[in-house]
């Protein structure tokens, strides 16, 4: 039986060019000692809005309030199986010069200048995120991955395509 598992994830960055990174606890279970982004899981109610959850996270996990963010909007959704599993995550991209407030168990906040993020242990997906996001930056339309392999060597790949309304082209 295959199943579905909405998470909803914040790039935030600041003016001094900087991404605010959560270092995972290495007691998770989900990319433990591996650097995140700000995110979790869609709660019932927020299926439909995966922007409140996504607010909601990021409150929760740093303190920052939807106030304390300029220019929120979603940028990306990556569809990917996972075993039995379909994970289908929507990522928004903000600005703030607010520091977190908060401290959480999951991990560690810090602002990491942008050209020192590639660098550090990254899951697979959020790295093939960041190096499309740093190429391409900000868009009139939101990206949507899908991860696959590829046909000739087998390796992982996200295929991304610009999420577009065909009858408003």
């Known amino acids: 039986m295959i199943t579905l598992r909405m998470m909803s994830t914040a790039l935030l960055m600041n003016s001094r060019d900087e ?3 959560m270092k995972r606890s290495l007691t998770r279970t989900l990319s433990p000692g591996l650097w995140a982004a700000v995110g979790g ?8 809005n995966p922007r409140a959850a996504c607010l909601r996270e990021i409150d929760e996990e740093t303190g ?6 300029t220019g929120l909007h979603m940028q990306y959704v990556l569809i ?12 928004y991209i903000g600005r703030t010069d607010k520091n977190p ?18 660098n550090r242990p990254l899951p697979y997906i ?15 339309y939101p ?5 696959g392999l590829q046909a000739e060597s087998g390796e992982p790949i996200i295929h991304w395509n610009p999420l577009l309304d065909p009858e408003q082209i």
């Not at 709660?43 to 439909?48: A, I, Q, S, T």
């Not at 920052?64 to 963010?69: D, G, K, S, V």
């Not at 407030?101 to 590639?118: K, V, Y």
């Open 19 to 21: 991404l605010l990174m």
């Open 41 to 48: 899981h869609l709660e019932p109610h927020e299926l439909n």
């Open 64 to 69: 920052i309030t939807n106030t304390e963010i």
């Open 80 to 91: 990917r199986l996972n075993k039995n599993e379909v994970r289908q995550q929507f990522f």
């Open 101 to 118: 407030t908060r401290e959480t168990d999951e991990g560690e906040l810090h602002w990491i200048a942008r050209d020192e993020i590639l």
């Open 126 to 140: 959020f790295r093939c995120l960041l190096e499309h996001y740093f190429q391409f930056g900000d868009t009139p």
């Open 143 to 147: 990206w949507i991955g899908s991860s």
